[in-house]
């Protein structure tokens, strides 16, 4: 699968048991050639488990990745894509509320 020039945001969420086993895929989508935007969920990026501590999958993903991950919603606001704008013109939350996308 080559994903040359693509763009992938990679979430992860509180799946504790997982981590390990998303590291390998994610050098896998790197291998392949697509840039990889992580993003992880507050608990992701908070807790440590019985699993690992989050500040060691944090810098491991940092070094894979070489971005910054993304934890919050003030981190996402900046990054949302613009020609997607217009599927939310016909969206009833966004007549309703003053919402910005995320």
């Known amino acids: 699968m080559k994903l040359d020039g693509k ?3 990679f979430a992860i969420t509180g799946s504790f048991c997982t ?3 998303t590291i390998p895929k994610m050098k896998e989508i790197i291998e392949n050639g697509a840039e990889i935007i ?3 969920s507050f608990n992701a ?14 810098e491991e993903i940092e ?3 070489k971005k910054k991950i993304i934890h ?4 996402a606001e900046p990054i949302r894509s613009k020609k997607n704008d217009r599927y939310h013109d016909n969206c009833p939350m966004y007549w309703k509320y003053n919402c910005k996308i995320s």
Do not use: H, S, W
């Open 7 to 9: 763009k992938v945001g």
């Open 19 to 21: 981590f390990k086993r």
């Open 38 to 40: 992580p993003i992880m």
């Open 45 to 58: 990026y908070n807790l440590d488990t019985k699993f690992g501590n989050a500040k060691d999958f944090i």
């Open 63 to 65: 070094d894979i990745t």
């Open 72 to 75: 919050t919603i003030q981190d």
